[in-house]
């Protein structure tokens, strides 16, 4: 008996069924680009990549999503990212709260000194009143704001000597992010503020062109930031920069129901992983620096005061600006007058 053979018009339907299933498959497949300002070396990138990886996974990788670290979207300018997002050149982002201040007036709330002591303060804010609030005004500006991750809260150090008085920031130049916020508060402490770029900061810090910076535990440590001088730093959570996972309101628009819940679920999820590793990570991190031969100070109630009095006049001029309504139900959330 002779085996049955395919003819060549089988053969060819077979071909074209398999080659249309193909470009079926990778028409329904999606790429969405994420920008992020640092890369996963660092707990921010790595919330990036989380969200990248659930989605992934949860989606059979008909949804993926790529991460591109180091603000490339915005050529190195952190500021811009807001507006890129919002003008459509970039699909999602976890971004910082200081670096979208410029477009989000609003998120200047997480700026301003010594609000938030501690992180059961900035947990009730961003999961009460205040964070629902923050999200309306950053969803009025078209970004669909999904979830909530964390930078950390900013320490300041610097190459000259201990700060445990406003006395001692006197003529300091600080490297500031380009917040006039925080140009405001170390020029009410006596500081000389810098504003640069992170990209720029490093050299700025190698050469003594700066003498100090302020940035979360996290980034001192992975980038090493003792080696550039930085040799003192104080612990004084003077403020909290919380990260937020958003999308563009357009690519928003054009996805599923199942897509869209797909993208919300997975970001508050990568934020959650995210905000408990970065604070399990914190204990570790500072002993890392310590025992790299950076003095580390930790201020009194006392000495904590004085840096709240000499702080007092930037809430003068920028609780207009955030809006007085939002300040009071931060400090509803918190439990604080």
């Given amino acids: 008996m002779t085996a049955w053979l395919p ?8 071909g074209a069924l398999l080659a249309g299933a193909t470009l079926a498959t990778s028409v329904e497949a999606r790429e969405l680009s994420v920008s992020t300002v640092l890369s996963d070396a660092f707990p921010w990138g790595q919330a990036a990549q989380k969200w990248a990886d659930l989605v992934e996974e949860r989606s059979n990788g008909e949804l993926t999503l790529r ?9 190195g300018d952190q500021t811009r990212e807001f507006s890129a997002m919002r003008s459509g050149l970039i699909d999602l982002a976890v971004g910082s709260t200081i670096n979208w201040s410029p477009q989000v007036p609003e998120l200047n709330l997480f700026s301003l000194p010594f609000l938030m002591p501690d992180e059961a303060a900035v947990d009730a804010v961003t999961g009460g009143t205040a964070g629902d609030l923050v999200f309306d005004a950053i969803e009025s500006r ?17 190459s000259r000597g201990v700060i445990d008085e406003p006395a001692d920031l006197e003529g300091l130049k600080i490297r500031v992010v380009g917040s006039p916020l925080f140009q405001d508060t170390f020029s009410a402490m006596g500081a000389n503020p810098t504003q640069m770029s992170w990209a720029d900061a490093k050299p700025a810090l190698t050469t003594g062109a ?20 930085q040799s003192y730093v104080t612990l004084w959570n003077y403020m909290n920069d919380p990260l937020i996972f958003a999308a563009n309101q357009q690519v928003w628009s054009s996805l ?7 993208l919300r679920e997975t970001a508050i999820e990568a934020g959650v992983w995210e905000i408990k590793m970065t604070r399990e990570q914190e204990a570790d991190r500072l002993a890392a620096i310590e025992e790299r031969g950076v003095t580390v ?11 709240v009095s000499a702080t007092e006049s930037v809430y003068s001029k920028w609780t207009p600006r955030i809006g007085e309504e939002l300040l009071e139900a931060a400090r509803a959330d918190i439990g604080t007058p």
Avoid: H, M
């Fill in 7 to 14: 003819s060549r018009l089988s053969l060819s339907l077979a």
């Fill in 67 to 75: 991460v591109y670290p180091n603000s490339q979207l915005v050529n």
């Fill in 142 to 158: 078209g970004v669909v704001p999904l979830g909530w991750g964390e930078n950390g809260f900013r320490q300041v150090s610097n």
């Fill in 210 to 229: 700066v003498d100090g910076q302020e940035n979360p535990l996290s980034v001192f440590d992975v980038a090493r930031i003792d080696q550039v001088g």
């Fill in 256 to 262: 599923s129901d199942e897509e869209k819940t797909l």
């Fill in 297 to 307: 100070t930790e201020l009194t109630e006392e000495q904590l005061e004085a840096f």
